[in-house]
């Protein structure tokens, strides 16, 4: 059978062939078509993958060897401006009709929602019963989410960056709810969803009640599989957070769970992966007029509660990080902390519980189907800065329990995420498709 994936980045055995930097995100991808290519000759899948890129590479086509494989993969780019993702673009749909003409997919399978190529090419395909969308985030359930409890005076405020580029928070808020839009009428025209929560389960059954609904758990990246989280070897009452930029991360609930924290534990300290809030303001002088013109308002907020809870030299934003860099930072992290306002199933707590880093999440969204409350560590409220504060200073504060959680955590992530297992069952789902 013939496979089209429709991905939202280029994989990296592309970038790697273009001699361009390869992306970090998603890179369970890799696993997936390395298991698909490893196993050609038995379950008989020609796999095609399409990635959006710059005008350069929007025409880009070529059959790629895999490393590792005997297989190969037939790559093809198409035009998309990520950066406004809330514009549906035209020639894009037609670029993957193009792509479909040329490569004549049995069925299409496309990853995630949130950028209106998933829309173009279920439209462009056009074969209900031969499309499977993957869930990753909901675009419009996040919308909702997207203040996260902020101040009236940060949410509705615009800075001089803000103006200047016309992006205050309302307007990011407002462009998750037009992606929202293009993602419901893309799920609406599936006849497949994979999903991996009753939450997505719930809202994707809502808005197309006549898909057929696939359990599919996530195969993470390969180098997570090995190694395990000691305490004795952890820098000790650090904290660690794999994003941080916007706010429904929920940065600003940690921020402002810190001078608990810090009165029994004065030494602690908070890590941020991913893009920097502040960075554009902090190479400027952050207390310099040009480092203030360019904070947005969210950065703002976190500069301001960076200096009431006294953590201005606490908190390290540490940028953005390939996947042996953060496995390192799991592994010298105290207690790993996902204080989002939302959230499917994130990868980044599978990653921490498969190295068994003491976790603690905000019970929201879909969490609580791969995270066991007060088994595999502990959930707290969401917004509930207290208890918060709380369950990082019972991690902190090790013993018995703590150690428990880390031994539990990690066999119910090697279950969730058994690569094996769940490309096993990823073929299941394309052999009843096809058939």
């Known amino acids: 059978m013939r496979v089209l994936w429709v991905c939202n980045i280029m994989l990296p055995v592309v970038a790697e062939h273009l001699g361009l930097e390869a992306s970090n995100k998603e890179g369970w991808l890799t696993g997936l078509s390395t298991a698909i290519l490893r196993h050609q000759k038995e379950n008989e899948t020609e796999l095609g993958v399409c990635f959006p890129a710059e005008e350069s590479l929007a025409g880009f086509e070529q059959i790629l060897q895999v490393p590792g494989t005997d297989g190969r993969i037939h790559a093809f780019g198409f035009y998309e401006d990520i950066h406004r993702a809330e514009v549906y ?34 439209k462009a395909f056009d074969r209900k019963e031969r499309t499977l969308i993957g869930i990753q985030g909901l675009c419009s359930i996040y919308a909702g989410h997207f203040r996260a409890d902020l101040p009236d ?30 993602e419901i009428e893309a799920v609406q025209r599936a006849g497949h969803i994979t999903g991996r929560t009753g939450w997505d389960k719930k809202y994707t059954g809502e808005w197309n009640p006549q898909a057929k609904y696939h359990f599919l758990n996530e195969t993470l990246r390969s180098n997570f599989y090995e190694g395990i989280w000691r305490g004795d070897l952890c820098e000790k009452n650090s904290i660690f957070l794999s994003q941080g930029d916007y706010p429904i991360k929920g940065l600003h609930y940690v921020l402002r769970a810190m001078p608990e924290i810090l009165e029994d534990y004065p030494a602690a300290e908070i890590y941020v992966a991913g893009n920097s809030i502040i960075k554009s303001a902090a190479e400027k002088g ?15 907020y976190i500069l301001q509660l960076m200096k009431e809870t006294g953590t201005l030299r606490r908190v390290h934003f540490i940028g953005r990080l390939d996947e042996e860099q953060m496995k390192k930072q799991y592994l010298k992290s105290h207690v790993f902390v996902c204080p989002s306002s939302i959230e499917n199933s994130p990868n980044s707590v599978g990653e921490a519980m498969l190295l068994g880093v003491p976790t603690v999440c905000a019970d929201v969204g879909g969490v609580a189907d791969i995270f066991t409350d007060k088994a595999d560590g502990l959930l707290y409220p969401a917004g509930d800065v207290k208890a918060l504060a709380e369950a990082v200073k019972t991690m902190f504060a090790g013993g018995e329990q703590v150690e428990d959680y880390c031994r539990a955590e990690r066999a119910h992530a090697r279950w969730t995420h058994d690569a094996q297992k769940n490309y096993e069952r990823l073929m299941e789902i394309y052999t009843e498709i096809v058939a």
């Open 89 to 122: 673009e035209e020639r894009t749909e037609r670029r993957l009709k193009e792509i479909m003409e040329k490569f004549r997919p049995d069925m299409i399978h496309c990853f995630g929602t949130e950028y209106p190529h998933t829309l173009a090419a279920v």
């Open 153 to 182: 005076n940060v949410w509705r405020r615009s800075t001089f960056r803000d103006m200047v580029k016309q992006d205050d928070l309302r307007r990011q808020q407002e462009k998750y709810v037009q992606r929202g839009v293009y």
């Open 286 to 300: 952050l207390d310099g007029l040009k480092g203030r013109l360019k904070l947005e308002s969210y950065g703002k």
